[in-house]
């Protein structure tokens, strides 16, 4: 494959705030800023630089908020900041995908672009690079690629692929259905099955194809994206975006484009194994960073001596996270989340991390929006 074959435009959604990872991501500073990664790279920087040998600075978006572009430009200094599009409220993946592709089609209109989520881990860059590269063989055959992953578990928090036989020529498979998160039970027999792959929410498609689709199945969100990316590079641009934006429906770019595509055979996939992971709350975090003997994980810890952040005695399966200057000890306990920042202190078992959402949801219904 030549050089010029394997260009690809990469798009990364710098969105949403991270319930899960309460009190460390906020509305303000969500957790694809943090540094969450093992290294001092925030999660939004690794996602960047993994596509390092895939796409160039120039070529290379991000899409996010009003309230995180200007620290998002700040962490991504080779990105160009004309190429942080800035979308004025959340419409979900949908709207912020399909303006990415209208902008980009704009420059190149048979690019081929990948979307990639701020805020998940990947630990084997080189083959994730190599699954984008075989993704990219059924983009030009004009089909919508999603990237598989191959289950490791019975993963009741995923969304599944229900592979078929190949679709075009190369390792792609079709894609039959998406499924939703199903119960344990399901899950089991997905992963005994071998025909179900977890849903990573990783695309690559030329823009052109998705377009098409998106203007098949979503013809007010395709007319109003098309207005908005027609005004991109005029005076006119805030101005159709302020007016425009917020009638375009929120739906996820599943739901919107892919489920009704995959139903009439244009969705492949390709089976990836490169250590994946969403982080999606601090029991995860801790399973994927490095523990100490006795399985606790410091997140963040810089392992100076002279001035501890974190002290543990007959302490196990821990996941500490310190942020807050103080000391954080801990004695006698397992199986925790402690997580320490300026304004506020969450506790409780590594089993009820999902949960943590729960105390945002009541923050809110309480009024005390500084929290959160």
């Not at 089991?188 to 977890?198: A, D, Q, R, T």
Request: hydrophobic share 45%; proline share 6%; net charge negative.
């Amino acid at each position: 494959m030549s050089d010029e074959q394997a260009v690809l435009y990469g798009v990364v959604l710098a969105g949403g705030t991270g319930t899960r990872l309460w009190p460390l991501s906020r509305a303000g500073h969500p957790k694809f800023l943090h540094p969450l990664t093992g290294t001092s790279a925030s999660l939004l920087q690794a996602t960047v630089d993994r596509l390092d040998t895939l796409a160039s600075p120039d070529r290379t978006f991000v899409v996010t908020g009003v309230a995180h572009a200007a620290a998002v430009s700040r962490q991504l200094a080779s990105v160009p900041e004309e190429n942080v599009l800035v979308e004025p409220s959340p419409r979900d993946s949908c709207a912020a995908i399909a303006l990415a592709a209208a902008v980009i089609a704009r420059r190149d209109p048979e690019a081929i672009m990948g979307s990639f989520a701020s805020d998940h881990l990947i630990t084997d860059t080189g083959q994730f690079a190599a699954v984008i590269r075989k993704a990219m063989d059924g983009a030009r055959q004009g089909l919508l690629m999603t990237l598989g992953i191959t289950p490791t578990r019975p993963e009741t928090g995923y969304g599944y692929l229900q592979c078929g036989g190949a679709a075009g020529d190369g390792p792609a498979l079709r894609v039959e259905e998406f499924k939703e998160k199903p119960s344990y039970d399901v899950a089991e027999s997905y992963v005994k099955s071998g025909n179900y792959l977890w849903n990573a929410g990783m695309f690559v498609w030329r823009v052109d194809v998705f377009l098409a689709e998106l203007a098949r199945q979503q013809p007010q969100l395709a007319s109003g994206v098309s207005r908005i990316a027609s005004a991109w590079d005029t005076a006119a641009r805030e101005e159709v975006l302020g007016e425009v934006w917020p009638t375009l429906p929120r739906i996820s770019v599943d739901y919107a484009v892919m489920e009704g595509a995959a139903a009439v055979g244009r969705v492949g996939t390709v089976p990836g194994d490169f250590g994946w992971n969403d982080v999606g709350d601090f029991h995860t975090l801790g399973e994927v960073l490095t523990a100490d003997p006795a399985g606790n994980v410091i997140v963040g810890q810089d392992g100076a001596r002279e001035r501890p952040t974190v002290l543990l005695r007959e302490a196990e399966n821990l996941v500490v996270l310190p942020s807050s200057g103080r000391l954080v000890a801990a004695m006698g306990v397992r199986d925790l989340i402690i997580v320490d920042t300026p304004d506020a202190v969450l506790v409780c078992p590594r089993e009820r991390a999902q949960e943590v959402k729960h105390l945002v949801d009541e923050l809110k219904e309480l009024g005390h929006h500084g929290y959160i």
